[in-house]
């Protein structure tokens, strides 16, 4: 009986390195970029150590109840069916666990929600099967454009050997700058999309016909990549989403490029003023919608 | 049959039903009915499960090989489809058949004919969901859910959808009314509520959670079909509908539709962990109280599959604290199971085997079930494959290992002969391991970043895939052994012993022969 004693315990113990493991690694969540995911990152590693206490404690009652009290031991049955006591005190304690869980889960909920004074806002669509984004307010006011996914179809019929970044690659990144709020504003012009970018921890539903908003503030420079998180068709799986993140020097030049580079066009000028004016009424139309929303 | 003319009461004259195939379709026995629901839950069952071979099939490597993405996406939605509304319920109605008039001391359900049609829908739907991957535009494709505007983008296949999921829910509402009349009205003198097996019980308030909430599915289908050809608006945006609305009307049904998968889960549970322990199932009342809380609560936590829709930060928290309460019902069971088993005498037959298996993988699904309740780390995990594991381990090691369990539990019963115990014990240990080495590392997938329902993913997620995909063959391989098993047992020469189980406490072993004979408790046993 000792050596099953001790064979389980070298189970629980191995499980546990095993899990101690996945901490930081290809089996967790991606490094967190922004402060909203460094919270949901360290929320989630305090609930599976929980998860593990809990685990530990109950199978490890059960699992000795299974070695010990069975009928081929010559364990003859107890009677006991009923305990007010045992009740009252395994309904208290789980209530007493999630009130401890729910705490900072309700801090972060919060924080997630407060989209006000951003910095720059953006406002990405979701088509079939792209992203189209238009820098609505703040530096790069005025940028518009598309990204689609760049992966050669070659490569998704493994025609051509696939590339490092294969299915996450897109033709125009959205550039933002380093330490900045940035405000998403997301809509959909077809069907509903769902714009995530895990290491910044946003994910948010693209509504066709209804505007929704999120926010990150990007901690690093670097280049993050996320993908459409809501079915939308047979594309569904082709339209990636890429952050650039610039330190605030590169993001400004990148700013005055895009900008000369639709400079081309010929009545820029009446253009801009189209634009300002649109762009004020998104503004204007996502404030409501999100005001009502709140 | 021919032993049910000996049968004490001798009312042989009920006996002359037609023989063959009429039989089968003009029949009013709940045994009858209970045996084409189970066999058509395990056709169903392997339906669904080529599905799955498919989409594992086509995700075992990074690339497009053998399902284009629009086919991926219908294998993904009927998938879905076919699994909770062809395999996994009637299955738990089938049981329900069976079981609940034996248990209550009741000579069969209360609708017989009604129980007859609700059967015979249920082939009928099945049909109009298989034949729409052959029609023109090809099967739904729009995921389980069917979120429009997508699923107004579709063609016929999307109708058939429609039509088979209005044809079922009028099956599921005919089967719930039957079940909660006969548990009502027909149970054995003596026999008051708080006596009831916690079989009867869970079923009891599955059905009626299956009256409050399949009318809505069945309405709010209806508002998509018209939103499809008749010029309503409800759900587009343009026309001044709400795309979000269907989300909150869909999830009304579907959340307590989640409870109605796994309640009849955990009675079956209640009854085989006593049996097989040799000791009364532990807090008897405190069981029944649960499972209502369980109802319940399932009725008010709907909008926790919507926290990336977008909602005031009022509504996240009360979804979340609401979805977290669930938890202590839940875990009110599981601590009440462990105490039947403490200082039992405890034997590890094939049933009690699955019934372990469940608890401990449940659990498990439990946990990752409240990690997705707390709202910043669902953002996260929503629409990934992390939510794919977590209602895996509660629907297939929670749901279908029940049924397993209680398919071995009563098989002796229902045919009069005992299954191979071996292989039973075979068939339990290779479901346990290929699950786990299918659905566990799901969940890494889903943390790293891969989105449910794409048909190619990523480079890093290329070596779970495969894992994952091996696990899926294997664990589908290992239930035909199942099937083996059954049909093994139906020819079996040698006849079970009249109490294969000298725990089991209630009237089916205590009061009637092996075999169950055709009609049962013509005159009601006295409860004491």
Wanted: proline share 5%; hydrophobic share 50%; with cysteine.
């Amino acid at each position: 009986m000792r050596s099953k004693s001790v064979t389980t315990l070298a189970g629980v113990a191995a499980l546990a390195l095993y899990s101690s493991m996945a901490v930081g690694s290809k089996y967790n969540f991606p490094e967190p970029q922004s402060v909203i995911a460094q919270e949901i990152y360290d929320q989630h590693i305090m609930l599976l150590w929980v998860c593990l206490v809990i685990f530990v404690g109950v199978f490890g009652v059960m699992f000795y109840s299974i070695l010990k009290h069975r009928k081929s031991l010559g364990h003859k049955a107890a009677n006991f069916h009923h305990s007010m006591t045992a009740e009252v005190i395994w309904t208290i304690i789980p209530c007493i666990i999630l009130v401890v869980m729910a705490w900072p889960a309700t801090k972060t909920v919060i924080a997630m929600k407060d989209t006000s004074s951003p910095d720059m806002t953006i406002k990405a669509t979701g088509y079939q099967w792209m992203w189209g984004y238009d820098y609505l307010q703040g530096e790069g006011e005025g940028i518009s454009f598309f990204s689609k996914l760049s992966t050669p179809r070659d490569q998704l019929y493994n025609k051509a050997p696939k590339g490092e970044n294969y299915l996450l690659e897109v033709d125009n990144h959205v550039v933002v700058p380093v330490g900045k709020k940035v405000r998403m504003i997301l809509t959909a012009n077809d069907v509903i999309h769902a714009w995530w970018v895990p290491a910044l921890g946003v994910k948010q539903d693209a509504i066709p016909g209804f505007i929704r908003d999120s926010w990150f503030t990007a901690d690093k420079p670097g280049i993050y990549r996320g993908q459409c998180a809501e079915l939308c068709g047979k594309d569904h799986g082709y339209m990636p989403i890429v952050v650039e993140v610039l330190e605030e020097e590169a993001y400004a030049q990148w700013v005055a490029e895009k900008l000369a580079g639709s400079a081309d066009a010929v009545n820029l000028a009446a253009a801009k003023t189209d634009m300002v004016a649109e762009v004020d009424e998104a503004i204007e139309a996502a404030d409501n919608a999100i005001s009502e929303n709140n | 049959m021919a032993a049910v003319h000996g049968d004490v009461h001798g009312h042989g004259h009920d006996d002359h039903h037609p023989t063959g195939i009429m039989r089968w379709i003009t029949t009013t026995n709940h045994k009858d009915i209970g045996s084409m629901y189970l066999w058509f839950s395990l056709t169903m069952f392997f339906t669904g499960g080529f599905l799955a071979m498919g989409i594992r099939a086509e995700l075992f490597q990074p690339g497009i090989q053998i399902l284009e993405p629009e086919l991926f996406n219908a294998f993904t939605t009927l998938h879905g489809l076919i699994m909770v509304f062809g395999a996994i319920m009637p299955a738990f109605v089938g049981f329900a058949n069976w079981q609940v008039p034996m248990m209550i001391g009741a000579p069969d359900m209360a609708f017989a004919r009604m129980n007859n049609w609700s059967f015979w829908l249920l082939p009928v739907a099945a049909s109009l969901l298989i034949a729409s991957f052959f029609v023109p535009g090809g099967a739904a494709a729009g995921g389980w859910t069917f979120y429009p505007p997508l699923s107004t983008q579709g063609g016929l296949g999307v109708d058939m959808m429609i039509f088979a999921i209005h044809i079922l829910g009028a099956s599921s509402i005919m089967g719930a009314i039957n079940i909660i009349t006969t548990i009502l009205n027909m149970r054995a003198p003596g026999m008051t509520l708080m006596k009831m097996p916690l079989f009867v019980w869970t079923w009891l308030i599955t059905a009626y959670l299956l009256v409050l909430v399949m009318p809505v599915l069945a309405g709010v289908v209806t508002m998509l079909l018209t939103d499809r050809h008749f010029g309503t608006s409800f759900f587009n945006a343009a026309g001044g509908g709400d795309p979000v609305m269907f989300q909150h009307i869909f999830w009304f049904f579907g959340h307590p539709e989640v409870y109605i998968m796994i309640l009849p889960a955990f009675g079956i549970v209640s009854e085989i962990i006593p049996t097989f322990a040799r000791k009364p199932l532990f807090g008897y009342a405190s069981m029944v109280y649960a499972t209502a809380s369980i109802a319940i609560l399932s009725c008010v936590v709907w909008a926790h599959h919507m926290f990336t829709a977008g909602m005031p930060a009022v509504g996240q928290l009360f979804f979340m604290y609401a979805t977290m309460l669930i938890a202590v019902p839940t875990a009110v069971k599981v601590f009440n199971w462990t105490a039947t088993m403490w200082r039992g005498s405890m034997t590890f037959e094939t049933p009690m085997l699955f019934a372990i298996g469940f608890i401990f993988l449940f659990v498990i699904g439990g946990f990752s079930g409240v990690i997705c309740a707390i709202v910043p780390i669902d953002v996260q995990v929503q629409d990934t494959y992390y939510v794919i594991a977590h209602f895996h381990y509660v629907l297939v090691s929670g749901a279908l290992f029940s049924l397993f369990a209680g398919a071995y539990y009563w098989l002796p019963k229902w045919t009069g002969q005992m299954y191979d115990e071996t292989l039973g014990k075979v068939h339990f240990w290779l479901s346990m391991i290929f699950f786990n080495v299918t659905f566990f590392v799901q969940h890494f997938l889903g943390l790293a970043g891969m989105p449910r329902r794409i048909p190619d993913y990523a480079l890093q997620f290329a070596d779970f895939n495969m894992i994952s995909s091996i696990g899926a063959f294997g664990f589908g391989l290992s239930q035909l052994l199942f099937v083996y098993i059954v049909i093994k047992c139906i020819r079996s020469k040698e006849p079970a012993p009249e109490k294969p189980w000298d725990g089991a406490t209630t009237l089916e072993w205590t009061h009637l022969p092996t075999p169950a004979p055709y009609h049962s408790f013509e005159k009601p046993p006295v409860v004491k």
